[in-house]
């Protein structure tokens, strides 16, 4: 299995504090010779140590703009949270011809696709009745956090693509329709909100390949863009393809809104996040149809990749949206076939501490024998979050004892006291002893 | 090398928000151990619904989990009122449960029932006055 993950670190800056190690909510991280290193099976990509780096050591990675460049003809597929960054906008045309102006070829709006994403949403739970509630797919850190965290919930993710991908594929087909290029001159380029999307590119969940061909950053494109809003040529010819529903899949809440029922729950910050997981893994909520869940505040207008503040981004949103038909797009006689999850997503046990139950019991016993040893005060100077992340660490051959500085103290103190013992033996009792023996002189 | 891993959790009913930690714990450690998805689920439920029990019901207790290769032994026991009809009790939609908690959705009567139907072997002992001991056995 390989892990892939879009968070990179400025060793530079990285000064070897505890803050990112205390906020990862998959404990991923630890700091290694004075260092945070990501530990690449347990992290999700949720963003969580990019906003909390007071450095400003962690950095998302993603495409550099130039990157238009590699392609003789490319399409824009702008985020929906895209649109909420922008002062007094009341049309996203002015945003979509905007991406014409600064170099793109073509534009696929993302919130069109989300628009057919919510018809078959709707549709397949209508019927599939007895597997609900049905957990949403779009945010990777939730399902990448699912596959490795929370097996009973797998079979409740709807098996339907993220609104990018299903973007992605619509617009190579266009593309390559209209333009009659082959494959690698076409460049599909998403504007992304967040480093996840990345990572959902380079490894993805539940298909063969993503049909993305490069992820650029919502806060690369904004400044960019900016000079080249413009209301003006509000005459020309349409652009936009989404209404209501596909905008508003932005924001914590959007894409239950998009469903048409009251029978949902909207939970945002990846902290929330697990703990509807949690409750829904014990069944405290089986009566509802539609889980809807997100690792950033607010929703993906909350990203690492935005530029407006989540909550700002949000009522800019509401503005825009609110003279928008409910919605633009349709399945009509399309095949909805591609917008389904063509692999089932498999648990990862990436936590598991032994091969066997035999193995685990000991590694078990072996973790609570170490944690009676540690002081239980969670400092993180050994460089694991918590002292039972650090007795996990030891188990899986990942730390040492010693990293514990509470237990090295008593170390130092039990050696010094030896050797405090040895140099009082060697002065008294070894004089008195050798003193038999004449041809060797103690001091 | 102990061949069982046995824990404890003191279940106090002064804060009614924390229920429900104990049978996270065990959910965490079994997924940390490689129990099977369904196994875990069927300790979690059972556990949680009987540690609710605890708190609703008893005013708290404690629960001792043993956990070997080849089952999950819970129990819980607390020196509550009792149940005087534990028959009664088990049925689907019986509940005594005060009206301050049905508004967080408990008193459907269906914790005992769920404990029986996510176990593979229940018991309940109980003296009214005295206390409740229910054990539960999920086979790995
Ligand atoms: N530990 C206990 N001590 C005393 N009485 C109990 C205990 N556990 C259960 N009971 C009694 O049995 C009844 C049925 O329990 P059960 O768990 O099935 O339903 P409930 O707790 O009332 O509601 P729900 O579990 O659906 O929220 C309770 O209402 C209570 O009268
Ligand atoms: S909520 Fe949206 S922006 Fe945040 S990680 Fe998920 S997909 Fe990315
Ligand atoms: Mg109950």
Redesign the pocket.
């Known amino acids: 299995m390989k892990f892939n993950n879009s968070v990179h670190l400025d060793t530079e800056k990285c000064k070897g504090c505890i803050n990112c190690i205390k906020r990862c909510p998959t404990q991923a991280i630890r700091v290694r010779n004075g260092k945070a290193v990501i530990i690449k099976e347990f992290c999700i990509?949720?963003?969580e140590c990019i906003r909390i780096c007071p450095h400003h050591a962690k950095l998302p990675i993603y495409d550099p703009l130039p990157v238009l460049d590699d392609y003789e003809y490319t399409v824009a597929l702008p985020?929906p949270?895209l649109y909420s960054q922008f002062n007094n906008l009341d049309d996203t045309d002015i945003v979509l011809r905007a991406l014409l102006k600064i170099g793109f070829d073509n534009v696929y709006e993302v919130s069109s696709a989300a628009e057919l994403v919510s018809e078959i949403s709707r549709r397949y739970i209508a019927e599939n009745e007895d597997k609900k509630p049905f957990i949403s797919s779009?945010?990777?850190?939730?399902v990448r956090l699912i596959r490795i965290r929370f097996p009973n919930l797998i079979e409740h993710i709807i098996p339907l693509s993220?609104p990018a991908e299903v973007a992605a594929s619509l617009a190579r087909k266009m593309a390559s329709e209209k333009t009659g290029l082959p494959p690698d001159k076409i460049g599909i380029i998403f504007i992304?909100?967040?480093?996840?999307?990345v990572t959902?590119v380079k490894n993805p969940i539940g298909i063969e390949k993503s049909d993305i061909d490069a992820v650029v950053a919502i806060k690369d494109v904004y400044p960019v863009m900016l000079n080249h809003m413009s209301h003006s040529d509000a005459v020309l010819e349409e652009l936009s393809a989404s209404g209501k529903i596909g905008v508003s899949w932005?924001r914590?809440g959007g894409e239950a809104g998009g469903l048409l029922t009251d029978s949902y729950l909207a939970a945002?910050g990846?902290e929330n996040v697990i703990k509807v997981l949690e409750d829904m893994e014990d069944q405290k909520f089986p009566d509802l149809n539609f889980i809807e869940?997100?690792?950033?505040f607010g929703?993906?207008?909350?990203?690492?990749?935005?530029v407006e503040n989540p909550y700002v981004a949000k009522a800019k949103l509401d503005r825009l949206r609110k003279y928008m038909p409910v919605s633009k797009s349709r399945i009509g006689d399309m095949n909805p076939e591609p917008l389904f999850l063509q692999d089932k997503i498999e648990y990862i046990p990436v936590f598991k501490i032994g091969a066997d139950m035999k193995e685990s019991i000991a590694a078990m016993a072996k973790i609570s024998e170490l944690c009676d040893k540690f002081p239980g005060l969670d400092c993180g100077s050994c460089g694991a979050p918590t002292c039972r992340a650090l007795a996990e660490d030891i188990v899986s051959g990942r730390a040492n004892e010693r990293d514990c500085i509470h237990l090295l103290r008593g170390y130092i103190h039990q050696l010094s006291e030896q050797f405090n013992l040895l140099d009082s033996y060697t002065k008294h009792g070894a004089a008195d002893a050798l003193s038999n023996v004449s041809d060797v002189k103690v001091e | 090398m102990s061949k069982t891993i046995k824990l404890v959790y003191e279940v106090t009913a002064d804060d009614f928000t924390r229920a429900g930690e104990a049978s996270g714990d065990v959910k965490s450690k079994l997924k940390m151990m490689g129990v099977s998805p369904e196994a875990v689920r069927k300790v979690a439920i059972a556990m949680y619904e009987g540690e609710i029990n605890m708190v609703i019901h008893a005013g708290g207790g404690r629960i001792d989990v043993e956990i070997s290769e080849s089952e999950v032994t819970v129990v819980l026991a607390d020196k509550g009122p009792g149940i005087e009809d534990i028959e009664q009790a088990m049925q689907a939609g019986w509940s005594t449960a005060p009206d301050n908690v049905r508004s967080l959705g408990f008193g459907a009567g269906m914790g005992l029932p769920n404990i029986k139907k996510y176990s593979d072997f229940m018991d309940v002992k109980s003296q009214v006055g005295a206390g409740t001991t229910v054990t539960i056995k999920v086979l790995l």
Do not use: F, M, Q, Y
């Not at chain 1, 992304?192 to 999307?197: L, R």
């Open positions: 990509d949720c963003g985020a949270s779009a945010c990777p850190s939730v993220a992304s909100p967040c480093p996840a999307k959902a932005s914590s945002d990846i869940l997100n690792a950033c929703g993906c207008v909350g990203g690492t990749l935005t």
